[in-house]
């Protein structure tokens, strides 16, 4: 019998009940017999028991209706409810209690389910209603509720932190673009000052030999001054001489006349001697023709002299003129000298300068190159360990423009000599290695794993800080190498 | 079920604060099921709920364009949460603020619909008697049919967007 179910025991306790009333009512009309009240009251008892197994098979089927409900509740499916509850009947609470009970359960769970699938849209100022919901089921929603408003904190954060990705990738791409440019200006800018600087090393030698050129031309020239000088006082000699021979000569055709007077004077007097004299006269004669050619060689020998002092006067002038062409070009040539002597050193001065500048120029580069190198790693965050950047950040400090430059290259030729020279290459190689620590770190764990990221985060700054030494260093090189 | 509807009197009702209505409908409005909160306040039996369309409870006083919002959220699946001003059996009316979510079937497709109402905030109540009665209006005025409901949903939009939220940011946040 405990195995019956409860429904089935009180059909079989009504049963039994039943059997024992009719075996009861059979041995009461044997002892005393049929009458009519006995058969009223019997047949009542019968319709009694009838409405009792009724209203049992009612209650069942209520109860079998609550029981399914409870059995979909159970299952998942709270949708069903008990409808039609007559009023007053056994099962009316129970029913109503099941219905409530089921109302307060459906509520939550479309109120937990709305909160959060707009939570997840964003729509965080859908909360879930509470009023109207009891006990457990408020304080569970009350709890979705603190949850919905730290989603919407964590939705914010997440917000707040895609856009600052998204700006920092932005700025990270755009930045390593500008670089390049600065870059690619500044590779353009060095190779212009190569050449700017080998022209103004030749013009600075070309001008150095050209002043010694200089200097020889102007002692040349005040070589022929001199000459010009002595030559011009030769010829006031000649020409002071030249008017001696004229007095000389001024005295010969005098004594040629006097010469000729006498002979004249002597063939008179031979003429009066007469035959005496023919001897005489022939002499006088002789001599009046000697003096005759004295006098016109005399007269010869002047006008060759007068046509000489001409001559020499007109060299006299020929001369000064040549001293002052001579003295004013020496003024000319001593300036220009000067002049260029003062070129010479500005020369000089700028091929320092052009130096500096490109050393400058060139140092500026490869802090652009180091500023783009340190890109290139942080962009493999974002970009991977296979991108373009990944690759470009695996560079070593040998192979870089600044480590080709200060091992092999100009660096070292220029610079090889000085204390911050040897400054650079420690730190040189800490950014690079510690970038390519970052890098190494960056394995499948990282996006979930904190302390992979400190590390990473640890040897980035560590890149940075060896990165301001080697800019430190770069500076010193070109202060110690051209001074402030 | 044709229930003639009450004549509406100025009397209200007004729900306790944790009174919590349940009902649901199937696809067409047709009532199947009332909580005991529901037929207490509606004044109904709960063989008269059951059947009758959930709309014997529409009060005059509420705008058509209300209604055809609520119902062309709930079928495209969304839930909707109103400001609705009822009608009760005997003529009075009561406030409810609604929340109505569609019920899935085992495919996902709506098979009916499950409703809450609760006791709305009096400060809402205002709110929405100002803005319903603009709109109930608006709808008068247009003569009813589409050119009605157009006017009276173009007035709760430019409500909207004088205030700079939407609808369900509005309503919840009032």
């Known amino acids: 019998m405990t195995n019956l179910s409860l429904g089935s025991r009180i059909h079989l306790l009504a049963g039994v009940a039943f059997l024992l009333y009719v075996a009861f009512a059979f041995l009461g009309f044997r002892a005393a017999g049929a009458n009519g009240w006995m058969i009223t009251l019997m047949t009542l008892s019968v319709v009694v028991f009838i409405l009792m197994l009724y209203t049992l098979h009612r209650i069942q089927v209520a109860l079998a209706r609550i029981t399914a409900r409870m059995e979909e509740a159970a299952g998942g499916n709270l949708a069903g409810r008990i409808t039609g509850i007559r009023k007053g009947a056994a099962t009316e609470a129970a029913a109503w209690a099941l219905n409530d009970l089921l109302d307060q359960v459906e509520a939550y769970f479309r109120e937990t389910n709305a909160a959060f699938e707009h939570a997840q849209k964003g729509l965080t100022f859908r909360k879930a209603m509470t009023s109207g919901l009891h006990g457990a089921f408020r304080q569970s929603l009350e709890r979705v509720n603190v949850s919905v408003e730290a989603m919407a904190d964590s939705q914010r954060l997440v917000q707040k932190e895609r856009l600052l990705a998204r700006v920092g990738e932005l700025s990270a791409v755009n930045l390593v673009k500008d670089l390049k440019t600065i870059q690619d200006f500044l590779v353009a800018q060095n190779q212009d000052m190569r050449v700017v600087a080998n022209l103004s090393r030749e013009t600075a030698e070309e001008a150095e030999a050209s002043t010694a050129g200089i200097q020889a031309i102007v002692a040349d020239l005040n070589r022929v001054i001199d000459l010009i000088d002595s030559t011009h006082g030769q010829i006031t000699q000649i020409h002071e001489k030249s008017s001696e021979i004229q007095q000389i000569i001024q005295v010969i055709t005098e004594v040629a006349d006097k010469t000729n007077l006498l002979a004249l004077n002597a063939a008179i007097e031979a003429a009066h001697a007469g035959e005496a004299g023919k001897g005489f006269a022939v002499v006088a004669e002789e001599v009046r023709t000697l003096s005759e050619n004295t006098k016109d060689a005399a007269a010869s020998i002047a006008a060759s002299i007068g046509s000489f002092g001409l001559a020499t006067t007109r060299m006299m002038n020929d001369a000064g003129h040549m001293k002052e062409i001579a003295d004013t070009s020496r003024s000319a040539i001593t300036e220009f000298a000067g002049q260029f002597q003062r070129f010479s050193e500005s020369a000089r001065t700028s091929l320092a300068q052009v130096t500096r500048a490109q050393d400058k120029g060139f140092t500026s580069l490869v802090k652009v190159d180091h500023f783009v190198f340190k890109q290139n790693g942080y962009r493999t965050l974002q970009a991977g360990l296979d991108s373009a950047e990944a690759k470009a950040a695996r560079t070593d400090h040998h192979q870089c423009r600044l480590g080709l430059w200060y091992e092999q290259g100009e660096g070292k030729k220029a610079f090889g000599q000085l204390a911050c020279y040897d400054r650079l290459a420690l730190p040189h190689a800490r950014v690079h290695g510690n970038v390519h620590a970052a890098m190494g770190l960056l394995n499948e764990r990282w996006e979930s794993d904190p302390a992979l990221q400190e590390d990473v985060v640890a040897a980035f700054q560590a890149a940075e800080q060896a990165s301001d030494e080697v800019m430190d260093a770069l500076d010193c090189m070109v202060t110690e190498r051209h001074g402030g | ?174």
Do not use: C
């Open chain 2, 1 to 174: 079920m044709s229930a003639v509807r009450p004549t509406p009197t100025q009397q209200e009702k007004v729900l306790n604060d944790e009174d919590f209505i349940v009902s649901k409908t199937d696809l067409r409005g047709i009532i199947t099921y009332g909580n005991r909160v529901f037929i207490g306040i509606s004044g109904y039996e709960e063989s008269e709920l059951l059947g009758a369309p959930h709309n014997i409870l529409r009060h005059p006083d509420m705008p058509r364009v209300v209604f055809k919002l609520l119902w062309d959220t709930i079928q495209a699946g969304r839930e909707i949460n109103a400001y609705v001003k009822n009608l009760a059996k005997d003529g009075s009316f009561y406030w409810v603020f609604a929340n109505i979510t569609p019920a899935f079937d085992e495919r996902g497709a709506v098979s009916g619909y499950y409703s809450v109402r609760r006791k709305p905030k009096a400060a809402a109540i205002e709110t929405f008697t100002g803005i319903y009665r603009a709109m109930l209006e608006a709808e008068r005025r247009a003569g009813g049919g589409q050119a009605a409901m157009k006017a009276s949903q173009a007035l709760l939009e430019q409500t909207l967007q004088e205030k700079g939220v939407s609808y369900d940011e509005f309503v919840l946040g009032v």
